[in-house]
């Protein structure tokens, strides 16, 4: 395994004219809606159709002069709370390497629809998830059955593969969206055809709230705290504090590994080092306004009830094809020395898994593709040429 060391309360009005309903339980923004507002250069968003629910996707073409030379397709992963648009930072380094690039939002992130987790009108679409006849989750059926769940969110990518894509690709992904990138190759194994050709994940979620992770003692209490968010007016007036200009600029600020204290705050302030985090009225606004959409609260509460689906452990002694890991060094969620032990534990060159390359990042926080662009492109395009010269 190689290794390396590498506000504003006017985004409210994004959303004004951009709401419509359509079937009971569900809502939908059409892409055109989206477009309007959208400023990545020589991006386009398209409607993906998955079990009766539209997904929004963003494609950026290879540049005509780049030559594809054979490049592989990239189709990027957003985490929690994020979409296709954290990934804006990176589109232009691979579509110059000769790479077509997409980028999915999820089923209830973005501007994807947002179906209530429980019903008739979603019944069709439920999944069962890694350990769901374990953990009873509030939005869980008898029988460990999920809507928003991890098999569900790598299938989205899989049909987005199949039937949009149609050729190799590699995986970009950050944070949980690493499990549904490593959750998308294991499950093709089973197709006649396989796509994905490797997968790189930033910043994996090593997902420390999962069943197996937290102790029989701490099991009830969490549980109990879940289910508290997600079923009564608590949870709603939680997310109301959170889904803010404000909220989330301090959230981000702390994700992009910056001072956590107010006395830390205030020097990093006078020091011009708060600066150095590139959290922005535009990224605030990118995460927040598809954040406000009717129904997003409900996925958000939904999501931090989850302590079910597959471990990152459980994935990567699974899973077949190149994984690369790209982590901040100032990561305050998931630390670098953590990620680095998993990578090794998992090493292709001891032969104890498929990680073929761990980049640390210096100064970098959780989400260091859109924070550290200049250091973390590279690292991608290396990736892809590294996964085309082995499969050839």
């Keep these: 395994m190689?290794?390396?060391?590498?506000?504003?309360?006017?985004?409210?009005?994004?959303?004004?004219?951009?709401?419509?309903r359509c079937r009971p339980g569900v809502v939908r923004a059409s892409v055109s809606e989206?477009?309007?507002?959208?400023?990545?250069?020589?991006?386009?968003?398209?409607?993906l159709e998955w079990k009766g629910f539209q997904l929004r996707y963003v494609h950026k073409p290879a540049e005509p002069q780049s030559g594809n030379n054979g490049k592989p397709a990239v189709l990027m992963l957003?985490?929690?709370?994020?979409?296709?648009?954290?990934?804006?930072?990176?589109?232009?380094?691979?579509?110059?390497?000769?790479?077509d690039v997409y980028a999915l939002d999820v089923l209830g992130y973005g501007y994807s629809d947002k179906p209530e987790p429980l019903g008739d009108h979603v019944e069709h679409?439920?999944?069962?998830?890694?350990?769901?006849?374990?953990?009873?989750?509030?939005?869980?059926?008898?029988?460990?059955?999920?809507?928003?769940?991890?098999?569900?969110?790598?299938?989205?990518?899989?049909?987005?593969?199949?039937?949009?894509?149609?050729?190799?690709?590699?995986?970009?992904?950050?944070?949980?969206?690493?499990?549904?990138?490593?959750?998308?190759?294991?499950?093709?194994?089973?197709?006649?055809?396989?796509?994905i050709r490797g997968v790189m994940i930033v910043d994996l979620s090593l997902r420390m709230?999962?069943?197996?992770?937290?102790?029989?003692?701490?099991?009830?209490?969490?549980?109990?705290?879940?289910?508290?968010?997600?079923?009564?007016?608590?949870?709603?007036?939680f997310f109301a504090n959170v889904a803010t200009?404000?909220?989330?600029?301090?959230?981000?600020?702390?994700?992009?590994?910056?001072?956590?204290?107010?006395?830390?705050?205030?020097?990093a302030l006078l020091s011009g080092d708060e600066d150095d985090l590139r959290v922005d009225e535009d990224l605030v606004s990118r995460i927040l306004t598809p954040g406000l959409r009717p129904n997003a609260a409900r996925v958000f509460?939904?999501?931090?009830?989850?302590?079910?689906?597959?471990?990152?452990?459980?994935?990567?002694a699974s899973i077949d094809v190149p994984v690369g890991f790209i982590w901040g060094s100032r990561d305050p969620w998931e630390k670098v020395d953590w990620g680095r032990d998993l990578a090794l534990r998992f090493d292709a060159a001891a032969g104890s898994g498929t990680v073929t390359c761990f980049h640390e990042v210096p100064n970098g926080g959780h989400c260091v593709m859109d924070q550290r662009p200049e250091a973390?492109?590279?690292?991608?395009?290396?990736?892809?040429?590294?996964?085309?010269?082995t499969t050839k």
């Excluded at 509460?301 to 990567?316: K, N």
């Design 2 to 20: 190689a290794t390396s060391s590498a506000k504003g309360r006017g985004v409210y009005t994004a959303l004004r004219g951009c709401r419509r």
């Design 34 to 47: 989206y477009a309007a507002s959208r400023t990545v250069p020589g991006t386009t968003e398209h409607a």
């Design 78 to 99: 957003h985490g929690f709370g994020g979409n296709a648009d954290h990934f804006k930072n990176n589109f232009e380094s691979l579509t110059s390497e000769g790479c």
């Design 125 to 195: 679409a439920l999944a069962p998830t890694a350990y769901g006849d374990v953990v009873k989750g509030p939005s869980t059926t008898e029988d460990g059955r999920k809507l928003y769940c991890f098999e569900n969110w790598a299938d989205q990518a899989l049909t987005l593969i199949d039937e949009v894509i149609g050729r190799d690709v590699v995986l970009v992904c950050n944070s949980v969206g690493g499990i549904t990138g490593m959750q998308a190759a294991i499950a093709e194994k089973s197709k006649q055809q396989r796509r």
């Design 209 to 237: 709230l999962h069943i197996t992770k937290t102790s029989a003692v701490a099991r009830p209490f969490v549980a109990a705290l879940q289910n508290a968010l997600y079923g009564s007016s608590l949870g709603d007036s």
């Design 245 to 267: 200009p404000d909220t989330v600029t301090t959230v981000l600020k702390q994700a992009y590994g910056g001072p956590s204290g107010p006395v830390e705050q205030a020097v």
């Design 301 to 316: 509460l939904d999501f931090i009830s989850y302590s079910a689906g597959p471990t990152p452990e459980d994935l990567l």
């Design 376 to 389: 973390v492109n590279p690292l991608l395009v290396r990736f892809v040429d590294d996964v085309v010269s």
